[in-house]
């Protein structure tokens, strides 16, 4: 059961999750239909001696929802399915994952908009913490039309004073299925909010409503070269290739980030198999790395220095849960189905492994086996 196993916790080991507020995430489907999310995770390293690790979750799993007087007498439930993905502080609660239905959820800081349900006691047994939305959809549903339906069945209030730093550690939800359906949760003035999402990308704060709207900024970009124009008797023309994209915002701003995602996920060429379309995926979330360093806060008198400490891919045909952190940029995975044959407890693997990095100097062979003798001038003597 999850409930005192981690209750005198909770607290504690979310306040070692500090400023973060640069999570991105994207949606690419294949045209054979495969389907893959990708996310981001930036925030000032936390405590390492509760780092984010990898949480097995098993069907049959209890949960007992957290109330805003940090009581756990809220709504309880039992895991319909497992699930895997990537914890807080090494505690059973997820902050993105894949269930064995092929559905993913991820949330995403919303600081400044976020408005949860107001709590009221009648209703205390159909109420969760919004930290707990990840975990409840994950172990519950199957298909974005079933979450759609579902989320409108509870009320979700502002938990207990969870805090990161000094920095609410409000969210909105990206959601996912095996059909490449996609959908926001979002909840602003008490209210509901559910937007479906065929750009498939999210990242914070403002409202998704808003960062659609604010993709009429950029309706100029586009993936071909732009012409040269004449200037008086002078014809000009761009330097070099990429003209198309002039203008793409690069900085690390929520919509920033949002328009870039939009402008290289639909841009990219259609891409067949699963293989390819993993790679594409990959190669796009790359795209909102932050080194460490290059994005800085000391608002609250402590230096905080934001980097993404892991990104995650997801291959919800499969059902492989990618990741790589930023100590181990090589890509490792959790196979779902297998992780979870046979669970019957929670289990966890660590993300924070050395990285490895392979020695191929003795596959080296002759260059004249790639090409022919008289290529080579000395050769021809």
């Known amino acids: 059961m999850i409930k005192s196993f981690f209750s005198l916790f909770l607290v504690c080991a979310m306040l070692v999750v500090s400023s973060a507020e640069a999570c991105t995430s994207i949606r690419i489907k294949t045209t054979d239909g495969n389907v893959f999310y990708a996310r981001t995770m930036e925030y000032s390293p936390g405590d390492p001696e509760h780092p984010d690790?990898?949480?097995?979750?098993?069907?049959?799993?209890?949960?007992f929802g957290f109330?805003?007087?940090?009581s756990q007498k809220g709504l309880a439930w039992t895991a319909k399915y497992g699930f895997v993905g990537v914890n807080h502080a090494s505690l059973p609660l997820l902050s993105d994952g894949i269930n064995e239905s092929g559905l993913v959820v991820g949330e995403f800081l919303f600081p400044g908009y976020a408005g949860y349900q107001k709590f009221e006691s009648e209703q205390a047994d159909r109420t969760i913490a919004q930290y707990e939305v990840v975990t409840w959809l994950l172990g519950n549903f199957t298909t974005v039309d079933e979450v759609k339906r579902g989320i409108r069945n509870i009320r979700v209030s502002k938990g207990s004073n969870i805090r990161s730093g000094n920095i609410d550690v409000v969210f909105h939800y990206a959601v996912h299925d095996r059909a490449g359906n996609s959908l926001v949760i979002e909840y602003v003035d008490g209210q509901?909010?559910?937007y479906d999402n065929p750009l498939g990308v999210l990242t914070n704060a403002p409202t998704f409503d808003w960062m659609q709207t604010n993709l009429k900024n950029y309706v100029n970009i586009k993936a071909f070269n732009a012409p040269g124009v004449k200037l008086a008797d002078i014809v000009e023309s761009g330097f070099g290739q990429g003209t198309g994209m002039l203008g793409l915002p690069g900085d690390?701003?929520?919509?920033?980030?949002?328009?870039?995602?939009?402008?290289l996920t639909q841009s990219a060429l259609p891409v067949t198999g699963s293989a390819a379309g993993l790679n594409l995926a990959m190669t796009i979330i790359n795209n909102v790395d932050i080194p460490i360093g290059t994005v800085r806060d000391n608002s609250y008198g402590t230096m905080v220095y934001d980097r993404t400490l892991w990104t995650a891919v997801a291959d919800l045909q499969q059902l492989r849960y990618y990741f790589r952190t930023y100590d181990n940029t090589n890509w490792q995975y959790v196979d779902v189905a297998q992780a979870l044959a046979g669970a019957n407890q929670v289990m966890t693997i660590q993300m924070a492994t050395p990285p490895e990095y392979k020695n191929i100097t003795d596959t080296r062979v002759n260059f004249t086996n790639y090409a022919p003798a008289s290529y080579y001038r000395y050769q021809d003597k």
């Open 252 to 263: 690390y701003t929520p919509p920033s980030r949002f328009v870039r995602m939009v402008a």
């Open 192 to 194: 509901l909010k559910l």
């Open 67 to 70: 109330l805003p007087d940090g």
């Open 53 to 63: 690790t990898i949480s097995i979750v098993p069907s049959g799993t209890k949960y």
